[in-house]
T-cell receptor, first 115, second 113 residues
Framework: NAGVTQTPKFRVLKTGQSMTLLCAQDMNHEYMYWYRQDPGMGLRLIHYSVGEGTTAKGEVPDGYNVSRLKKQNFLLGLESAAPSQTSVYFC??????????????FGPGTRLTVL | GENVEQHPSTLSVQEGDSAVIKCTYSDSASNYFPWYKQELGKRPQLIIDIRSNVGEKKDQRIAVTLNKTAKHFSLHITETQPEDSAVYFCAASIRAGANNLFFGTGTRLTVIP
């Protein structure tokens, strides 16, 4: 199993450009998440999904959109990139087991620089 | 929303000594507290977690304690080894199922051989 994978690994954008980050998981997890990690800030939740076709806002959703058209994929879009979106982006996924807490498995991350 | 504070931001210990990292949280409804380890350039990985119905959990050299009254929890690493050097993040979650995690700002642990 590949676990959680992310594409691309690195990207440099100019202000105003758009791009989509792809997250894929092969563990049949219901839940998927997008985080950003900034120095001294820890990880902050951008958006999450509890199942195919559903998405919800997290802690810092502004400037991002997401889609979950297939259970195994979770896409994060930046429509008009800004320097403040320079960060490392992590995708994660977890099982759905009713009202229990389940480990989140993280992808390897995407380092995005917006000039 | 939940606010998680983590201290210290950096910690250096001699190999074989113990390391303690402390976190506090603001929302009394939080009831799940995982700890993640992130090595340089790598993804975060869960090392231990604790639920609010227990006060302590241990896994070999790693232990976590929880004080719900005071709203703080701590990670204890005993007999530290150089491979323990990494950034450690605490987190808290309010809701089961899609357990959205609120992370602390991380502690960079350096174990000096």
């Amino acid at each position: 199993n590949a676990g959680v994978t992310q594409t691309p690994k690195f990207r440099v954008l100019k202000t105003g450009q758009s791009m989509t980050l792809l997250c894929a998981q092969d563990m049949n997890h219901e839940y998927m998440y997008w985080y950003r990690q900034d120095p001294g800030m820890g990880l902050r939740l951008i958006h999450y999904s509890v199942g195919e076709g559903t998405t919800a806002k997290g802690e810092v959703p502004d400037g991002y959109n997401v889609s979950r058209l297939k259970k195994q994929n979770f896409l994060l879009g930046l429509e008009s990139a800004a320097p403040s979106q320079t960060s490392v982006y992590f995708c994660a996924s977890s099982y759905s087991m009713g009202q229990t807490y389940n480990e989140q498995f993280f992808g390897p991350g995407t380092r995005l620089t917006v000039l | 929303g939940e606010n998680v504070e983590q201290h210290p931001s950096t910690l250096s210990v001699q190999e074989g000594d113990s390391a303690v990292i402390k976190c506090t949280y603001s929302d009394s409804a939080s009831n799940y507290f995982p700890w993640y380890k992130q090595e340089l350039g790598k993804r975060p990985q869960l090392i231990i977690d604790i639920r609010s119905n227990v006060g302590e959990k241990k896994d070999q050299r790693i232990a976590v304690t929880l004080n719900k009254t005071a709203k703080h929890f701590s990670l204890h690493i005993t007999e530290t080894q150089p491979e323990d050097s990494a950034v450690y993040f605490c987190a808290a979650s309010i809701r089961a199922g899609a357990n959205n995690l609120f992370f602390g700002t991380g502690t960079r642990l350096t174990v000096i051989p």
